[in-house]
């Protein structure tokens, strides 16, 4: 594995990532590459980069997992802004970088999108047509959730409060930042947070399986509304072309993954696309537990294959 830097030209700060190589990784081939996208407030030492980046590594593709901009060790700021436009726009700028590489072959080049970063995945392929496959891990249209859940039902009144709460900044009050979930799984017991997304989030993020110093799901209030006015399914009728995986647990909660995966299956353009349904799983099961991750790469493996060219006969540069 390599970290690297990445430089947005455009807002000047660095995009953090990891890159995982292949066995026997020669940078006299040129390889199929995949961009692997973390979850809502996640980083890339997390299910993206040390879960699914170093699998599909071991399978041969070159894996790059980046850390969202102003999260994780990605530059911007002020942090903790979670901006759907910007999430897919750093999709663009590590493409730049990745086409860069004498060793990545520019035309196979896939994404692999965990939970919001689903949602980013699906969303950056429709307009960024370096993205030859779309695959997602209990993928989440991060928009309706903040127009849903995340709002209390109640979007008007979050796009009000947060309204508020940016004009209390721009006259010098502190940033509010929201902790998006409680400090430990027996907090959330407690107070009756035993909704299955929303306890096993904690129980992932809160807890040494899954805490990272970078994964803090934490979210900045007055820079949510964007999110809120949001739509990563939006045009995927007419733009989503690429061939599409999309993996969901049955055992449903209110984060939405299995929702929106039926829901992106239906709707995308794609001549290829596929549904998996993982039976008794969750959608944390599937960001680390060894037997779902395992199905869920039992049929990644082979779509990307299929898509992106045959990892294990890397071909020689030209």
């Not at 940033?175 to 299955?196: C, F, N, Q, W, Y």
Request: hydrophobic letters at 40%; proline letters at 6%.
């Amino acid at each position: 594995m390599k970290s690297v830097k990445i430089r947005n030209k455009d807002m000047d700060w660095d995009i953090a990532a990891d890159l995982h190589f292949p066995p026997d990784f020669s940078e006299g081939n040129k390889y199929p590459a995949i961009i692997s996208a973390h979850p809502i407030g996640s980083c890339k030492e997390q299910t993206s980069g040390n879960v699914y980046g170093a699998a599909l590594a071991k399978e041969g593709f070159v894996v790059i997992a980046f850390d969202a901009s102003f999260q994780g060790a990605s530059g911007g700021t002020p942090r903790f802004i979670e901006d759907p436009m910007l999430r897919v726009e750093d999709f663009r700028h590590v493409a730049d970088y990745l086409v860069t590489l004498p060793y990545v072959d520019e035309d196979r080049i896939g994404v692999l999108g965990i939970c919001g970063g689903g949602g980013y995945s699906i969303n950056a392929a429709m307009t960024e047509r370096r993205i030859k496959a779309v695959g997602t891990i209990t993928g989440v249209n991060y928009g309706r959730l903040m127009r849903e859940g995340f709002s209390g039902f109640n979007p008007i009144g979050a796009l009000e409060a947060m309204a508020k709460q940016r004009t209390t900044e721009a006259r010098g009050a502190e940033l509010h930042v929201d902790d998006l979930l409680p400090p430990s799984p027996e907090d959330a017991k407690r107070r009756g947070l035993t909704e299955i997304d929303v306890y096993e989030a904690t129980e992932y993020y809160r807890t040494p399986r899954g805490q990272k110093p970078h994964g803090a799901n934490r979210s900045l209030l007055s820079h949510q509304a964007a999110a809120v006015g949001w739509d990563a399914f939006h045009l995927a009728e007419l733009l989503l072309t690429q061939p599409l995986m999309a993996v969901v647990g049955d055992k449903v909660g209110a984060f939405g993954a299995y929702r929106d995966g039926c829901e992106i299956i239906g709707r995308a353009r794609s001549d290829r696309k596929e549904l998996v349904v993982l039976p008794g799983w969750s959608h944390y099961d599937l960001y680390d537990k060894p037997e779902p991750v395992a199905l869920a790469l039992a049929k990644l493996v082979p779509f990307y294959r299929e898509h992106l060219g045959n990892a294990q006969s890397a071909r020689k540069a030209a």
